[in-house]
């Protein structure tokens, strides 16, 4: 499998329930972001890995909870989430940290609804 | 702070009709500008992107766009459309490598028969 891999596609959970978002690159890339997608509203970028170690956390509140095990996975752990936070959330990886420089490669998505 | 206005959230073309997206930026660094786009039920893919250089980007699918620092613009254009184009394009801005992407609201292209 090549390219950049989300489970599951589509997660519908209550505001009690705990549930955890994957990713997975098979680009050999060294960076992995978070990004949630809200209807009307940017990409907003939650957080970022390089090198399995967190640089970036955007003011993300703590209901969700990432997790790098080595360079190619990426967990979001959810845990009593809001219904607002109900949006398409999006990895994505690149060779290095680097910030705009490098080309990001998108997975398709994981559709959260919050009831 | 770096910011991108995409100035059209919706744009209607018939299909061989050329397009034009718009997108703006403010930066008061230099900058690096993209364009991504995101088709039905996918993730996003990278059109094209200026880093330095020539103005005059081409990127995939026939995409071309134009970097004008005066007018702090980056538009995308097509000299003519297909159906397959019909996504939501987004624009995105870098103030390099220690800046992360920052996004635009996305435009989405809708083209008709």
């Known amino acids: 499998e090549t390219g950049v891999t989300q489970t599951p596609r589509h997660l519908v959970m209550g505001m009690t329930n705990k549930k955890s978002l994957k990713c997975e690159q098979h680009?050999?890339?060294?960076?992995m972001y978070w990004y949630k997608q809200s209807a009307k509203k940017p990409l907003e970028l939650m957080f970022v890995?390089?090198?399995?170690?967190?640089?970036e956390n955007n003011s993300v509140p703590s209901r969700f909870s990432p997790e790098c095990p080595n360079s190619s996975h990426l967990f979001l752990h959810l845990h009593t989430l809001q219904p607002e936070d109900s949006a398409l959330y999006l990895c994505?990886?690149?060779?290095?940290?680097?910030?705009?420089?490098?080309?990001?490669?998108f997975g398709p998505g994981t559709r959260l609804t919050v009831l | 702070a770096q910011s991108v206005t995409q100035l059209d959230s919706q744009v209607p073309v018939f299909e061989e009709a050329p397009v034009e997206l718009r997108c703006n930026y403010s930066?008061?660094?230099?900058?690096?500008l993209f364009w991504y786009v995101q088709y039905p039920n996918q993730g996003l893919q990278l059109l094209l992107k200026?880093?330095?250089?020539?103005?005059l980007v081409k990127g995939i699918n026939g995409f071309e766009a134009e970097f004008n620092k005066s007018q702090t613009s980056f538009h995308l254009r097509k000299p003519s459309v297909h159906i397959s184009d019909t996504a939501e394009y987004f624009c995105?801005?870098?103030?390099?490598?220690?800046?992360?992407?920052?996004f635009g609201k996305g435009t989405k292209l809708s083209v008709k028969p």
């Open positions: 930066s008061s660094v230099s900058v690096y």
């Open positions: 994505a990886s690149s060779q290095e940290g680097t910030g705009g420089l490098d080309t990001q490669y």
């Open positions: 680009l050999g890339h060294n960076a």
């Open positions: 995105a801005v870098s103030g390099g490598s220690q800046g992360n992407l920052i």
């Open positions: 890995y390089n090198f399995k170690e967190q640089t």
């Open positions: 200026y880093l330095s250089g020539s103005t």
